[in-house]
């Protein structure tokens, strides 16, 4: 039978939740890490036991951890080309703590500075690593998407990184930190297409790349933030919570923004709002069903200022007509005195057959469903804040 | 030979338990204490100062002797009980409500 792991990110620590693929019976390892933020762990889809995670610190920086046997034991894989991978006295090297943006002539328009909250201009500076996104087929290869944002690519096992520096090339200058930081915190990678990676950034939108990362342009059309720009319909500047997308339908793609959950059809091109009968459009994660590609959930929050749920009720809804029309999921989630929030990573779905949905909140919650959202059970109560979920399951 | 206290978090990340201790040829600065550590400890690059400037992050802190020498020029000499080893180099992660 099938194995199912999760990863869960938090406050102060990860932790690796494992069943078998009944999904009943929980164990829990942690916490690695204690006392970091973990902003994001991901396995490779090419080998389940290669993970990658984003380990973080105000006081002491980015660290990035590599795990080649599913979690057991961790390490920094960094240490520069052609050196030996460790000291003489077998201490690994550290190059692969360092993110460095592209100021080179030749790749493009590296810029020094995008728009700050008060709309004047502020040199980019490195901060953390908000989200991991191993390649499809070689686990060497691995996306990170930083704060202030940037889009990074190691194709060495995280041992070094670099920019692909033409996303800031695309309007860059524009760009302008939410309330989280300027982070880019989603990319998905086309399964059918190769050169084709979309990344979302809080706060400049949507951005595609059709050659595999060295030109982009902002794919934004029909996104309004008619309380967050002053020219509503901007090419660039919205706040994208999250995107999600079907791997068998890549042309088709769901956002949560700021406020409003939308939808595309056209890879990007133009999008239309599927809010619906949503009791709040504002939230932060969105996915879609693994085996129903016009299945679609996401987890309302009240507003933009009080971020918890609305009415203290935590609800899950769902839409099995790929928007517009959404039910609310409640059974076995708290329906009264609940005030937390669930953050843009941490929501994942498994690939099993019922699909599961997981998802971490604020509160250290982690919640599951093995029946796509039918019944909801905790697998764990009391973790710190959880930052993210991403779920493997391993064969 | 210099003795180095690292904050908690680092320990670990260096795999050491209590004072590191490293040996420093030539002027004993923060610059080359720092140098020393992360030749030792490739794996602290970026921990303490940036990987490219080489400044101090912000929310750490170099103590010694009783001073605070943060602020010192990082190619100033150390006291000299603490290039004897008399007393230690500590690194610590400053007070900011964690």
Not at chain 1, 90 to 113: C, H, I, R, W
Request: aromatic share 8%; charged share 20%.
């Amino acid at each position: 039978m099938s194995r199912v792991r999760l990863l869960a990110g938090t406050k102060k620590g990860a932790f690796i939740l494992t069943s078998d693929g009944t999904r009943k019976k929980w164990e829990v390892n942690g916490p690695l890490f204690g006392g970091w933020e973990m902003y994001h762990l991901k396995g490779s889809p090419a080998d389940p036991n290669r993970l990658y995670a984003s380990q973080t610190s105000s006081w002491f920086g980015q660290i990035i951890q590599r795990s080649d046997d599913g979690g057991k034991t961790w390490y920094q894989p960094g240490t520069p080309p052609g050196e030996p991978t460790t000291t003489p006295d077998g201490m690994p090297k550290g190059e692969s703590n360092k993110f460095v943006y592209d100021t080179s002539a030749t790749s493009g328009q590296p810029l020094t500075t995008h728009q700050w909250y008060d709309g004047t201009q502020h040199p980019w500076e490195f901060k953390r690593v908000w989200h991991l996104e191993p390649s499809l087929s070689d686990p060497d290869t691995v996306f990170a998407g930083v704060e202030d944002a940037a889009l990074f690519r190691s194709t060495n096992g995280g041992q070094t990184w670099h920019e692909l520096a033409g996303l800031r090339g695309a309007k860059g200058q524009l760009w302008q930190p939410g309330a989280g930081g300027m982070c880019l915190h989603t990319i998905m990678l086309d399964s059918k297409n190769p050169q084709r990676i979309f990344i979302a950034i809080s706060a400049a939108g949507v951005f595609r790349t059709d050659d595999a990362g060295k030109t982009w342009r902002p794919v934004n059309r029909g996104l309004k933030s008619q309380y967050e720009l002053p020219d509503s319909d901007a090419e660039v500047g919205h706040c994208v919570h999250r995107i999600a997308m079907h791997p068998a339908k890549p042309n088709v793609l769901f956002m949560q923004k700021h406020w409003d959950v939308m939808r595309s059809d056209d890879a990007g091109e133009s999008w239309h709002e599927i809010s619906g009968n949503l009791p709040t459009d504002f939230g932060f994660p969105i996915h879609v069903h693994a085996h129903e590609p016009e299945t679609v959930y996401v987890i309302p929050i009240k507003s933009d200022s009080e971020h918890y749920v609305p009415e203290g009720k935590l609800r899950v809804y769902r839409s099995r007509t790929g928007g517009n029309e959404w039910e609310a999921l409640t059974n076995g989630l708290p329906q009264h005195d609940c005030y937390v929030n669930i953050l843009r990573d941490a929501m994942a779905v498994d690939s099993l057959d019922p699909c599961g949905i997981y998802f971490g909140t604020t509160g250290g919650q982690v919640y599951g469903s093995a029946d796509a959202g039918d019944h909801w059970v905790p697998i764990v109560r009391d973790l710190p804040a959880v930052l993210s979920v991403e779920v493997q399951v391993i064969p | 030979m210099i003795r180095v206290v690292l904050p908690a978090h680092l320990k670990t990340l260096a795999r050491v338990n209590g004072e590191v201790i490293l040996e420093i040829e030539g002027p004993v600065t923060q610059r080359t204490i720092l140098d020393a550590l992360e030749e030792r400890y490739p794996m602290l690059r970026g921990t303490v100062r940036d990987h490219v400037t080489l400044k101090r992050r912000a929310f750490v802190r170099f103590f010694a002797c009783e001073q605070d020498l943060s602020h010192e020029s990082s190619d100033t000499l150390v006291p000299e009980s603490v290039a004897s080893g008399a007393e230690p180099f500590l690194i610590i992660g400053a007070m900011a409500g964690g």
